[in-house]
């Protein structure tokens, strides 16, 4: 028997075919799980230089790892879809997207799902900014000027004047108003200490990625401390976390599912102090970022697979979770102790060898259905 409710959330489809992705969401629905979320990318986090069928036989069945479809257009498709499962992305930023339209895109989404719309947010990441000429500066600073455009916009159908240092309105008009009583809640992908402070003042709910259960919850305490401090009511402020995912029946499979190139590949967004606290460097070199210099674009195959060589399998263990069922539902319930309310799980499993696809999905229905 669960000692908590846990919200458990998957990736829901990014690729076409449309009609694919709005089955298997009403099916996730049919299952009981709590929400369906899309990553919102231009670029995916593999190069195609090892995107081969030698390295991962799932290259027979997609072409191209990059083939992501626009998240609020399929969102939106979901929604007509589907009746209750909530639906969010994981996460859009405002660097791409102008708040004004984001605004206007969630509270189009707040309507077409009749309330079930999440905005998860972010700071961006170098892969979907930078090689398409986007400004990849001052990220957290934009992010809270614009979540003040969007709450703006949001809290009024009359024109309003904003003067920020990156957002500008002037008589600026937002006639749509939510769905119901409330627009969408706002979930901020916040590490640092100024994204943690600027998810006090101004988010509805965290949706960091994944992390250890005391970081977690010293985080959450954290944001929930500051928000008070800030006259904020906490009472609904709701604590996510967002994760890829390699389950197995057996442990030791996980770990040598996590030793696929393609799988791998994801510990190279990890956090530069986690591979220090490995004892190792980052493989893209010293004061390097993954998240903002990592572009997978600009990886040739042998060195890509050499960066990856390079990554301690401490590494890939810390920063995916991984485990039997039993062992993810032990690792949920104590999460959980620490404040996590929902979780937002990108399972990979399968990404190395295709016949792991329907194996990996049952043990997660299994995860799901205890927390359910």
Known sequence: MARHKIGIGVLAGFMPPIDGIVKNASQNEDQGYHSLWWADHLMSWTPESIWTPDI???????????????PISTMAAVAMGTGTI????????????HPAMLAQEFLSLDHISKGRAILGLGAGEGENTIPYGVDFTFTASKVEEALQVIRLLWSTDQPVDFEGRFFR????????RPYGQKPPPIWL????????????????????TFMPIEEYGRKLAQILELAKGYGRDTSDFHGSLWTYLVVDEDHEECHRILENPIIKNYAMIAPTEMFAKHGAEHPLGPDRVGLRD?????????????????????????FIMHGTPDELIAQLEDYADHGLQSIVMANISFMGKMSKLSS?????????????
């Open 169 to 176: 309105l002037h008589k600026a008009v937002l006639g749509l």
């Open 86 to 97: 909530r639906l969010g992305t994981s996460v859009t930023e405002i660097l791409r997207r």
């Open 360 to 372: 990996s999905y049952k043990h997660l229905l299994k995860v799901m259905e205890h927390f359910r």
């Open 189 to 208: 992908a916040a590490m640092g200490p100024r994204m943690l402070d600027i998810c006090a003042r101004c988010a509805d709910g965290w949706l960091p």
């Open 294 to 318: 990592y572009i997978p674009t600009h990886f040739g195959r042998e060195e890509a697979l050499d960066a990856i060589r390079r990554i301690p399998a401490g590494v890939a263990q810390e």
């Open 56 to 70: 991962g036989d799932i290259a027979k069945y997609v072409p191209n790892p990059h083939g992501y479809l626009d």
